[in-house]
C-alpha cells in the first residue's frame, strides 16, 4: 500500500542540479517517485521483517526521502536514529519522523556514533553506489555500531547470476552509469555475501524480486494510483524530465536480465 502521508515543505536533495546532470533516482524523485528502491517497497518491507524491528533500536543510514523511516517507525522500534549527508534530506527526514527519532547530517561510513549501539543497522540503494572501497568502509562501519546479535539489512541492485561474464557486468555497469550518472556497482549474489562475510557478518537470510524500477505495475504497487497520477502529471509537464525518465526506463529494459533487487539480513555474532 502506498504511503498517504503529507509531503513536507523542504526541498529535495539536488534540487538544485539540472534535470540533465542531478543522480537518476533524485530525478526520479522530482518526477514524484517516492520509492527508490531497486527491488520495490514489498522487498523492502520483507527485509524489515527479517530485520525484527519492533522494540529494537535502529540506525538508518542514507535514509533519503524517509519512506523507510515510517515504515520502520509503523514497526515501533525502542529508538529511531538516521544519518545522511545531505543537508536537504536531514531536513526532510526529520519534518517526516518529527519528535519519533532523530536524523542529523554525516557520513555513513564514519557516523560518529558509539560502539555497539545499534540492534539494527539499515542502507538501501546506497552501496551500490560505492566502489569497493566505499562499499567495505560503509559496511565495517556497520558493523562497528552494531550490538552482538545485531542486524545489518541492506537493499541493492543485484547481478545475475553469479558467474556472470564479465563483459556482461561491464555493459550493464557502464549502461547503467550513462543513464543514472552515478557510477553503480552493482553485484551478485556471491559477491553481496563475501562483502558482509568480511566485515564478521553472518548472513541469514536473502530476498530477490525483479528490477522493474519503471515498470507501470511496478509503480502502482510502490506509489498507489495518486502516487501514479502525480508522477504523470510531473513528466508529462516537464519535457527534460520526461527525456530523462524515458532513457533511464530505455536502459533499464535492455539489461532487466541481468539485474535484480536484492535485499540481504546479516547478523553480527555474540562472540569473535
Excluded at 74 to 93: F, H, K, L, N, W
Excluded at 182 to 204: C, I
Aim: hydrophobic fraction near 40%.
Amino acid at each position: 500500500m502506498a504511503d498517504k502521508r503529507t509531503e513536507p515543505d523542504t526541498p529535495l536533495p539536488f534540487a538544485d542540479r539540472p534535470v540533465s546532470s542531478a543522480p537518476g533516482h533524485w530525478v526520479l524523485a522530482r518526477a514524484g517517485k517516492r520509492v527508490l528502491r531497486p527491488g520495490g517497497a514489498a522487498l523492502s518491507w520483507q527485509m524489515l521483517d527479517e530485520a525484527r524491528i519492533a522494540g529494537s533500536d535502529i540506525v538508518e543510514l542514507a535514509p533519503g526521502l524517509g519512506r523507510t523511516a515510517v515504515e520502520v517507525l509503523r514497526r515501533e522500534p525502542g529508538s529511531y536514529t538516521a544519518i545522511d549527508r545531505d543537508p536537504d534530506a536531514v531536513q526532510r527526514v526529520a519534518a517526516i519522523i518529527a519528535d519519533r527519532g532523530t536524523c542529523r547530517q554525516g557520513e555513513a561510513s564514519d557516523t560518529g556514533l558509539d560502539d555497539a549501539c545499534a540492534d539494527v543497522v539499515i542502507g538501501e540503494a546506497m552501496l551500490t553506489m560505492q566502489g569497493d572501497k566505499g562499499k567495505r568502509a560503509i559496511v565495517e562501519e556497520a558493523a562497528r555500531i552494531l550490538r552482538p546479535g545485531g542486524r545489518y539489512a541492506i537493499h541493492e541492485l543485484g547481478i545475475v547470476p553469479d558467474d556472470v561474464d564479465e563483459e556482461i557486468y561491464t555493459q550493464v555497469r557502464q549502461g547503467l552509469a550513462r543513464a543514472i550518472h552515478v557510477n553503480a556497482r552493482p553485484m551478485t549474489e556471491k559477491s553481496w555475501r563475501e562483502l558482509l562475510a568480511d566485515a564478521g557478518l553472518v548472513v541469514d537470510w536473502v530476498g530477490m524480486a525483479p528490477m522493474a524500477l519503471l515498470k507501470p505495475r511496478r509503480n502502482l504497487e510502490d506509489e498507489g494510483v495518486r502516487g501514479v497520477l502525480r508522477m504523470a502529471r510531473n513528466i508529462l509537464a516537464d519535457k527534460e524530465l520526461r527525456q530523462r525518465i524515458r532513457g533511464m526506463a530505455a536502459t533499464f529494459r535492455t539489461y532487466e536480465d541481468s539485474m535484480r533487487g536484492i535485499a540481504v539480513v546479516a547478523h553480527k555474532p555474540l562472540s569473535g
